[in-house]
């Protein structure tokens, strides 16, 4: 009994809701079919503008499934508010008696304005015609200028701006064009011409003497030009900037001159320039130069706008007293050649005695930092510094001996090399994965493929044998050394 009751509650309660929509569908059909006999304007009648795609929309939706939106006027209005006779296409006129049953039943957005039909925008209409008058004109325009602008014959014609000339044929206007006014075919004077000499050059306004900026027309077609636009020309067979010529002469003889010297000096350090690798020779003396004065002496050679260089600078390898030390002291010791001892590259440079005088003479400065190595090896074993040659694995990589002037603060050295060290030691707190491989053996962190973070840290896939230990980011890289030697039984040493 309790199910039929049930069972019946809801046909009635279904019934209801069919009923109700039956009724707002009917309502909404009755509303439609009514501002649809409405729609039509007629003859001698104003009426109001609405939106095409809001007329499509409205008798397309569902009335009990969808809601039409409200009017929006604002993409068919122009500036002044009013109907914008170039949207034509996006708007219907409806009459008066239809636009109000549609604001009663859908409303207008709010802000947006009524669009009757007499109060087309004026100030639109006589836009849009100027525009099209424009456009007609730049086109007959652009078909003259088509025929003048024929190449001139070689003994005849007018050197006007080449970049209006580019512009005026691309049909292009106002703030797209290059150059507005022509004056690119006027002599600029050179940037590195003396401020007297620019200001008369400015005076002058003789033609420029860079070629690319310039374009030869006919007289017929520098007349039309002239008198329609006012640009600049000059006849064919005109001096350019006697000032500039000049100038521009001297500089590419001075030019001439540095190539010439920096070509010798090029040669003249051969070694440096061409970044090869030094072998050294026991007993001989060489000089070592800070890596980053050797990149601007490699500019300087290279570009012959740098007229100077500054003197060789070498203090960035004596400042011991910014590691504790006192006095011009090394702070890095170039006769260890361990790879550990040097977790950074291309600090400085190791020349030959004939290549420092050669820098010394020329840019002066220092201090002179001489270095003096002594050793005994079998001939298979090399000593190569700088650059590795191909196949240089024989060549000695351990701690010379010798003598180093200025002589090399050891305390520096090692503070520098720990603090450089622990600067590219990046981790954060967590735990890390050491994979022991033997004992007594070696030990390594667990990398490679499969490799993710888990709550910012890293995530190491577990292979063989592993030891969890936990590093934080305050920790120093003896304390991390300490944590990796201790389990796996390796001398930190």
């Given at each position: 009994?309790?199910?039929?009751?049930?069972?019946?509650?809801?046909?009635?309660?279904?019934?209801?809701?069919?009923?109700?929509?039956?009724?707002?569908?009917?309502?909404?059909?009755?509303?439609?079919?009514?501002?649809?006999?409405?729609?039509?304007?007629?003859?001698?009648?104003?009426?109001?503008?609405?939106?095409?795609?809001?007329?499509?929309?409205?008798?397309?939706?569902?009335?009990?499934?969808?809601?039409?939106?409200?009017?929006?006027?604002?993409?068919?209005?122009?500036?002044?508010?009013?109907?914008?006779?170039?949207?034509?296409?996006?708007?219907?006129?409806?009459?008066?008696?239809?636009?109000?049953?549609?604001?009663?039943?859908?409303?207008?957005?709010?802000?947006?304005?009524?669009?009757?039909?007499?109060?087309?925008?004026?100030?639109?209409?006589?836009?849009?015609?100027?525009?099209?008058?424009?456009l007609a004109q730049e086109s007959t325009e652009s078909t003259i200028l088509k025929e003048l602008f024929k190449e001139a014959t070689p003994q005849s014609g007018v050197w006007i701006s080449k970049a209006w000339w580019k512009d005026v044929r691309d049909r292009k206007t106002g703030g797209d064009r290059a150059d507005p006014d022509g004056t690119d075919v006027v002599c600029s004077s050179s940037e590195t011409l003396p401020e007297d000499l620019a200001a008369q050059c400015k005076e002058m306004r003789q033609m420029t003497g860079d070629k690319s900026k310039?374009?030869?027309?006919?007289?017929?077609?520098?007349?039309?030009?002239?008198?329609?636009?006012?640009?600049?020309?000059?006849?064919?067979?005109?001096?350019?900037?006697?000032?500039?010529?000049?100038?521009?002469?001297?500089?590419?003889?001075?030019?001439?001159?540095?190539?010439?010297?920096?070509?010798?000096?090029?040669?003249?350090?051969?070694?440096?320039?061409?970044?090869?690798?030094?072998?050294?020779?026991?007993?001989?003396?060489?000089?070592?130069?800070?890596?980053?004065?050797?990149?601007?002496?490699?500019?300087?050679?290279?570009?012959?706008?740098?007229?100077?260089?500054?003197?060789?600078?070498?203090?960035?390898?004596?400042?011991?007293?910014?590691?504790?030390?006192?006095?011009?002291?090394?702070?890095?010791?170039?006769?260890?050649?361990?790879?550990?001892?040097?977790?950074?590259?291309?600090?400085?440079?190791?020349?030959?005695?004939?290549?420092?005088?050669?820098?010394?003479?020329?840019?002066?400065?220092?201090?002179?930092?001489?270095?003096?190595?002594?050793?005994?090896?079998?001939?298979?074993?090399?000593?190569?510094?700088?650059?590795?040659?191909?196949?240089?694995?024989?060549?000695?990589?351990?701690?010379?001996?010798?003598?180093?002037?200025?002589?090399?603060?050891?305390?520096?050295?090692?503070?520098?090399?720990?603090?450089?060290?622990?600067?590219?030691?990046?981790?954060?707190?967590?735990?890390?994965?050491?994979?022991?491989?033997?004992?007594?053996?070696?030990?390594?962190?667990?990398?490679?493929?499969?490799?993710?973070?888990?709550?910012?840290?890293?995530?190491?896939?577990?292979?063989?044998?592993?030891?969890?230990?936990?590093?934080?980011?305050?920790?120093?890289?003896?304390?991390?050394?300490?944590?990796?030697?201790?389990?796996?039984?390796?001398?930190?040493?």
């Open positions: 009994r309790d199910e039929s009751e049930r069972l019946v509650e809801a046909a009635k309660a279904e019934e209801t809701a069919f009923g109700a929509d039956k009724r707002k569908l009917g309502e909404h059909e009755i509303i439609k079919e009514e501002i649809f006999k409405m729609l039509p304007l007629e003859s001698g009648n104003d009426g109001y503008f609405v939106p095409t795609r809001w007329l499509k929309d409205w008798i397309d939706v569902d009335p009990i499934t969808a809601k039409c939106d409200k009017v929006s006027t604002v993409d068919i209005a122009s500036n002044e508010s009013r109907p914008d006779p170039r949207k034509l296409g996006d708007m219907k006129v409806v009459s008066a008696h239809a636009w109000d049953k549609i604001v009663e039943n859908y409303s207008l957005e709010e802000g947006h304005p009524i669009l009757e039909t007499k109060l087309l925008c004026v100030a639109s209409v006589k836009a849009e015609c100027k525009r099209r008058h424009d310039r374009r030869l027309i006919s007289h017929e077609a520098y007349n039309h030009v002239k008198g329609k636009y006012g640009i600049p020309g000059f006849p064919f067979g005109s001096e350019p900037c006697i000032i500039c010529s000049e100038h521009e002469a001297m500089e590419m003889e001075n030019n001439a001159g540095l190539k010439q010297e920096r070509a010798g000096l090029k040669a003249a350090t051969k070694t440096l320039w061409s970044q090869l690798s030094v072998k050294l020779v026991s007993g001989e003396t060489y000089f070592l130069v800070a890596n980053s004065w050797i990149e601007t002496f490699f500019n300087y050679i290279q570009l012959t706008d740098i007229k100077e260089l500054d003197p060789i600078d070498n203090s960035a390898l004596l400042d011991a007293e910014s590691w504790g030390g006192e006095g011009q002291k090394l702070i890095y010791d170039p006769l260890d050649l361990e790879p550990r001892s040097r977790p950074t590259t291309d600090i400085y440079w190791w020349v030959s005695e004939n290549e420092w005088n050669v820098l010394h003479s020329k840019f002066g400065g220092g201090p002179a930092i001489r270095v003096t190595p002594t050793f005994d090896f079998d001939k298979a074993i090399t000593v190569m510094v700088n650059k590795m040659p191909k196949g240089g694995s024989s060549s000695y990589r351990g701690i010379l001996e010798g003598s180093c002037e200025p002589e090399v603060d050891k305390g520096c050295v090692a503070r520098r090399s720990a603090a450089e060290w622990q600067k590219l030691l990046v981790y954060t707190d967590g735990k890390i994965l050491v994979s022991k491989l033997g004992a007594g053996g070696t030990a390594a962190l667990n990398s490679g493929a499969g490799s993710g973070t888990e709550n910012g840290h890293r995530r190491l896939p577990p292979r063989g044998k592993h030891i969890p230990l936990a590093v934080a980011s305050t920790m120093t890289i003896n304390a991390v050394k300490e944590l990796l030697y201790t389990p796996t039984e390796i001398s930190p040493v």
